[in-house]
Each structure stands twice: as structure tokens, then as C-alpha cells.
């Protein structure tokens, strides 16, 4: 063999071998592309909407599997007497549909409670996401504040309110000159002497004596005493007879 094949058989091989790894290499990065993909953890957003869908479809199959059960009734009623061998395999087929929509209401059960888990820990997920968002809005308010201001405030907030009560004070003083008052008090006893002179003189005037002369005594007091006198003698009477 000349230098030159074996040259070019060298070449050949190394370009094969080369070749071959980057063939390799390529498929094996594509198979960990792959793999990263699908590896990746679907949203629980995606997967309530796939479970959403997987139970609207054994829904509607829950639905057909009704229907033909009752058409496998109504083939083995009409031909109970007639051809009972095909009532017998329509039962047949009706006992197999009723083991399908058990085993569909079991599928559903398992899909709804899934379903139910994870939508309640999306809202877990999102209701610590808020708290701990409002927590750091919390904290970032209270790094704002200075503990030291808040004294020096609130004392000036107390100054200010003693201020205000000063001046109110002042300006709800009465304007002029105080009075003495035992003045007031002795004032007030003389204008209380005064009046009771002036109604014991009213008192003292007597009243004037009527000019005409007072009536009689009334016929009925007349009446009355004429007769308890003839009563009287009625009784004096009696107490004579008795005797």
C-alpha cells in the first residue's frame, strides 16, 4: 500500500470517527434538550385545565354509555320472547357498559378530588404570595420611620394641645369687673323685705260690709226641722203607749 492511500485512509477514517462524534454529540445534547423539557413541572393553572377537560370527556362518555345501556334494555325487551339469544347478548352488552360507567364514576371521583387539591394549593400559593408581599410593604413603611421622631412628635402633638387650651381658657373669661357678693346677697335681702312690707299692707285693708241684708233661711232646712220635731213627738208617743 502507497503513502498516498494510506494517507487518504487516514483521513477518511478521522473524518468517520469525527463525524460519528459530532453525530453523537448532537444527538445526545438534543436527548438532554428533551429530557429538560419534559421534566419541567407543568403550572397548576395547566393542570387544573387538563383535569377540567379529562372530566368534561367521561362526562360526555358517561353520558353516551347511558344511552346505549338503555337501548340494550329496549333490544332485550322487544326480543325476550321472540329471539332469546339476542336479549341475551344485549344484556350481556349492557352489564359490560354498566361496568364502564362504574369504573368512569371512579375515574371522576379521583379527577374531581385531584382537582379540588390543586386548585387549593394555587389559592394557598397565591394568599402567601400576597401575605409575604404585604409583609415587605410593612416592613418597608416601618424602615421609614424613626422611633425617635415619633417621641419628638408626639411630644410637640401634647404641647400644641396644651396651647390650645390656654387660649381657650383666655378667651372664655368673662370681660369686666368681678362683684362683691355679699353686696349682691344684701341687696337681695332688702328687695325681699320690701316686698313682704308691701304685701302685709295689702293684707291689713279689711273688706266693706254688704249694705243689703242676707237672705233668709231656705224652705228646705225649714222642712227638714219641722220634721224631726213631729218625729220626736211620734217617738215621745210610742214610749207612753209602751208603758
Known amino acids: 500500500m502507497s503513502k498516498v492511500s494510506k494517507l487518504f485512509k487516514g483521513t ?33 393553572q395547566e393542570a387544573i385545565h387538563r383535569l377540567r377537560e379529562t372530566e368534561a370527556m367521561l362526562t360526555k362518555k358517561q353520558e353516551y354509555l347511558e344511552k346505549k345501556i338503555e337501548q340494550e334494555i329496549t333490544i332485550a325487551k322487544k326480543n325476550g320472547t321472540k329471539n332469546k339469544r339476542a336479549a341475551l347478548q344485549a344484556l350481556k352488552r349492557k352489564k359490560r357498559f354498566e361496568q364502564q360507567l362504574t369504573q368512569i364514576d371512579g375515574t371522576l ?7 379540588e387539591a390543586l386548585e387549593n394549593a394555587n389559592t394557598n400559593t397565591e394568599v402567601l404570595k400576597n401575605m ?24 410637640d402633638i401634647t404641647e400644641q394641645q396644651e396651647i390650645a387650651r390656654e387660649i381657650s381658657d383666655a378667651i372664655s373669661q368673662p370681660f369686666g369687673g368681678e362683684f362683691d357678693e355679699d353686696e349682691l346677697l344684701a341687696e337681695l335681702a332688702e328687695l325681699e323685705q320690701e316686698e ?27 222642712t227638714t226641722s219641722k220634721k224631726r220635731v213631729e218625729d220626736e213627738d211620734d217617738m215621745k208617743m210610742l214610749a207612753a203607749w209602751a208603758t
Request: no cysteine.
Open 12 to 44: 477518511s477514517g478521522s473524518s468517520r470517527s469525527s463525524s460519528s462524534s459530532s453525530s453523537s454529540s448532537s444527538s445526545s445534547g438534543s436527548k438532554s434538550k428533551h429530557r429538560s423539557r419534559s421534566g419541567a413541572a407543568p403550572s397548576p
Open 109 to 115: 371521583s379521583t379527577i374531581e378530588f385531584q382537582r
Open 132 to 155: 409575604s408581599y404585604a409583609a415587605k410593604a410593612i416592613k418597608g413603611v416601618h424602615q421609614n420611620i424613626d422611633l425617635d421622631n415619633i417621641d419628638s412628635l408626639m411630644a
Open 196 to 222: 313682704l312690707e308691701e304685701s302685709m299692707k295689702n293684707m291689713g285693708k279689711l273688706p266693706s260690709v254688704p249694705s243689703t241684708k242676707l237672705p233668709s233661711t231656705r224652705p228646705s232646712q225649714r
